[in-house]
Protein backbone atom coordinates (compact mmCIF):
# COMPACT_ATOMS: atom_id res chain seq x y z
CA UNK A 1 0.00 0.00 0.00
CA UNK A 2 1.67 3.36 -0.68
CA UNK A 3 0.87 6.12 1.68
CA UNK A 4 0.85 9.51 0.11
CA UNK A 5 -1.35 12.65 0.23
CA UNK A 6 -2.07 12.70 -2.87
CA UNK A 7 -3.79 10.61 -4.98
CA UNK A 8 -1.71 7.90 -5.65
CA UNK A 9 -3.82 4.75 -6.86
CA UNK A 10 -2.08 4.56 -10.30
CA UNK A 11 0.85 3.60 -8.83
CA UNK A 12 -0.59 0.45 -6.75
CA UNK A 13 -0.01 -2.45 -9.06
CA UNK A 14 3.69 -1.33 -9.25
CA UNK A 15 4.44 -1.13 -5.79
CA UNK A 16 2.69 -4.16 -5.18
CA UNK A 17 4.26 -5.87 -7.78
CA UNK A 18 7.79 -5.33 -6.29
CA UNK A 19 7.13 -5.27 -2.54
CA UNK A 20 3.89 -6.49 0.01
CA UNK A 21 5.34 -3.44 2.38
CA UNK A 22 3.67 -0.15 2.86
CA UNK A 23 5.92 3.04 1.02
CA UNK A 24 5.43 6.49 2.46
CA UNK A 25 5.05 8.47 -0.94
CA UNK A 26 6.22 12.40 -0.40
CA UNK A 27 5.65 14.94 -3.25
CA UNK A 28 7.74 18.52 -2.64
CA UNK A 29 8.80 21.44 -4.51
CA UNK A 30 12.11 22.20 -6.01
CA UNK A 31 13.61 24.32 -2.96
CA UNK A 32 12.75 21.49 -0.49
CA UNK A 33 14.13 18.81 -2.80
CA UNK A 34 17.21 21.15 -3.15
CA UNK A 35 17.19 21.27 0.71
CA UNK A 36 16.89 17.18 1.29
CA UNK A 37 19.82 16.27 -1.65
CA UNK A 38 22.26 19.05 0.00
CA UNK A 39 21.24 17.25 4.21
CA UNK A 40 21.39 13.49 2.77
CA UNK A 41 23.40 13.27 -0.36
CA UNK A 42 25.68 16.41 -0.02
CA UNK A 43 24.67 17.88 -3.30
CA UNK A 44 23.54 21.32 -3.29
CA UNK A 45 20.80 21.05 -6.48
CA UNK A 46 17.47 19.70 -6.56
CA UNK A 47 16.42 16.55 -8.16
CA UNK A 48 14.13 14.46 -8.89
CA UNK A 49 13.66 11.76 -6.62
CA UNK A 50 15.08 10.60 -3.44
CA UNK A 51 14.57 6.98 -1.94
CA UNK A 52 15.18 6.67 1.85
CA UNK A 53 14.98 3.23 3.02
CA UNK A 54 13.78 1.85 6.29
CA UNK A 55 15.96 -1.13 7.80
CA UNK A 56 14.22 -3.94 8.26
CA UNK A 57 14.02 -4.40 11.80
CA UNK A 58 10.43 -5.90 11.66
CA UNK A 59 8.26 -7.07 8.91
CA UNK A 60 5.63 -4.48 10.02
CA UNK A 61 7.89 -1.57 8.89
CA UNK A 62 7.53 -0.40 5.37
CA UNK A 63 9.70 -0.25 2.72
CA UNK A 64 10.78 2.97 3.13
CA UNK A 65 10.01 6.63 1.67
CA UNK A 66 9.95 7.82 -1.70
CA UNK A 67 10.25 12.03 -2.17
CA UNK A 68 9.56 13.14 -5.60
CA UNK A 69 9.69 16.52 -6.86
CA UNK A 70 6.57 17.45 -8.59
CA UNK A 71 7.95 20.47 -10.42
CA UNK A 72 10.46 18.99 -12.25
CA UNK A 73 8.32 15.66 -12.51
CA UNK A 74 5.86 17.83 -14.49
CA UNK A 75 8.41 19.90 -16.73
CA UNK A 76 10.28 16.51 -17.90
CA UNK A 77 7.09 14.96 -18.54
CA UNK A 78 6.27 18.03 -20.90
CA UNK A 79 9.91 17.45 -22.02
CA UNK A 80 9.55 14.06 -22.99
CA UNK A 81 5.97 14.27 -24.46
CA UNK A 82 4.44 11.91 -21.84
CA UNK A 83 1.75 12.02 -19.07
CA UNK A 84 3.04 13.40 -15.57
CA UNK A 85 1.59 10.12 -14.69
CA UNK A 86 3.61 8.24 -16.64
CA UNK A 87 6.67 10.74 -15.32
CA UNK A 88 5.91 9.65 -11.78
CA UNK A 89 5.84 6.30 -12.58
CA UNK A 90 9.42 6.07 -13.99
CA UNK A 91 10.81 7.78 -11.06
CA UNK A 92 8.56 5.31 -8.66
CA UNK A 93 9.47 2.73 -9.94
CA UNK A 94 13.14 3.95 -9.99
CA UNK A 95 12.84 4.43 -6.64
CA UNK A 96 11.15 1.69 -5.32
CA UNK A 97 14.23 -0.60 -6.70
CA UNK A 98 16.62 1.83 -5.07
CA UNK A 99 14.47 0.79 -2.03
CA UNK A 100 15.44 -2.79 -2.54
CA UNK A 101 18.83 -2.29 -2.59
CA UNK A 102 19.55 -1.85 -5.94
CA UNK A 103 22.07 0.74 -7.04
CA UNK A 104 22.92 2.18 -10.55
CA UNK A 105 26.14 3.64 -9.61
CA UNK A 106 27.62 1.09 -7.99
CA UNK A 107 26.39 -2.22 -9.78
CA UNK A 108 27.39 -3.99 -13.27
CA UNK A 109 23.68 -2.90 -14.73
CA UNK A 110 21.55 -4.92 -12.97
CA UNK A 111 19.63 -2.17 -11.77
CA UNK A 112 19.10 -0.93 -15.33
CA UNK A 113 18.06 -4.30 -16.59
CA UNK A 114 15.43 -4.56 -13.74
CA UNK A 115 13.83 -0.95 -14.68
CA UNK A 116 13.86 -1.76 -18.11
CA UNK A 117 11.42 -5.10 -17.61
CA UNK A 118 9.62 -2.99 -15.27
CA UNK A 119 8.70 -0.10 -17.84
CA UNK A 120 7.70 -2.93 -20.30
CA UNK A 121 5.99 -5.05 -18.36
CA UNK A 122 3.78 -1.69 -17.30
CA UNK A 123 4.01 -0.15 -20.52
CA UNK A 124 5.36 2.51 -19.68
CA UNK A 125 8.09 5.30 -22.10
CA UNK A 126 11.80 5.27 -21.60
CA UNK A 127 13.71 4.87 -18.20
CA UNK A 128 14.97 7.63 -15.80
CA UNK A 129 18.60 5.82 -16.29
CA UNK A 130 18.39 5.22 -20.51
CA UNK A 131 17.55 8.87 -20.52
CA UNK A 132 20.39 9.58 -18.12
CA UNK A 133 23.04 7.74 -19.69
CA UNK A 134 21.94 9.15 -22.92
CA UNK A 135 22.77 12.74 -21.84
Known amino acids: MILC ?27 EMRELNLKYRNKNKSTDVLS ?35 EISLLFIHAMLHLLGFDHEKDKGEMREKEEELIRFFKLPQSL ?7
Request: hydrophobic fraction near 40%; charged fraction near 30%.
Open 5 to 31: EEDCKFLDNIAKTLSPKDVELIFVEDE
Open 52 to 86: FPLQAVNKTLPLGSIVINKALAQKKAKEFQHSLED
Open 129 to 135: IVRTEAL
